[in-house]
């Protein structure tokens, strides 16, 4: 408990540390991650209809907003067309999760390298009495731990974001298709 407490602290800290420009960016992290699970939930979402429908062209849809969506007079042009919009937004879900997955360690970097920069000013500009008095093993062991907060810390909490609206998505999306299952 007492690591999980400091590690939100550690993360109030960070958020206030940054400026409005690394702020958008995360809040763009944020958008980014929401239409990564957009797509992949649509895929999710025509992925069933239209395996029932390539199994059974007789298949009815039973919500009615897919049924509406896909038409109930179905054929075997009307499959391919569905099969390859779902071939192409499959595609263009994997490119934004590709593009976020990018972006997130991007920005994790870009942070983990500023956070850097400022820990070695402040040793570099220490009085000489400090760097006579400490060892050097110990300002590289504490530089170094910048790099684990980001590793460690920071990349986690945004694949613990991302995966979370992902399954929030998912689990919509399975409620939307089968709410009388449910």
Known sequence: YLEANNTLVLLIKLFKFKNKNEKRKLF????????????????????????????????KVSNNYISNFLNSNFDSNHIYILGSFLV???FLSALMRTTYIYNERNFAAKLGTKLSIKAYSNVIHQPLEYHIGSRSSNIISNLTYVNLLITG????????????????????????IYPTES
């Open 28 to 59: 763009f992290l944020i958008f980014h991650s929401l239409m990564v699970s957009l797509l992949e939930t649509s895929v999710i979402l025509l992925l069933a209809p239209f395996l029932s429908l390539l199994v059974n062209p007789s298949y």
């Open 88 to 90: 192409v937004l499959t």
């Open 153 to 176: 810390v920071l990349q986690p909490v945004f694949q613990i974001i991302s995966t979370s609206i992902l399954a929030l998505g998912i689990i919509t999306t399975i409620l939307f």
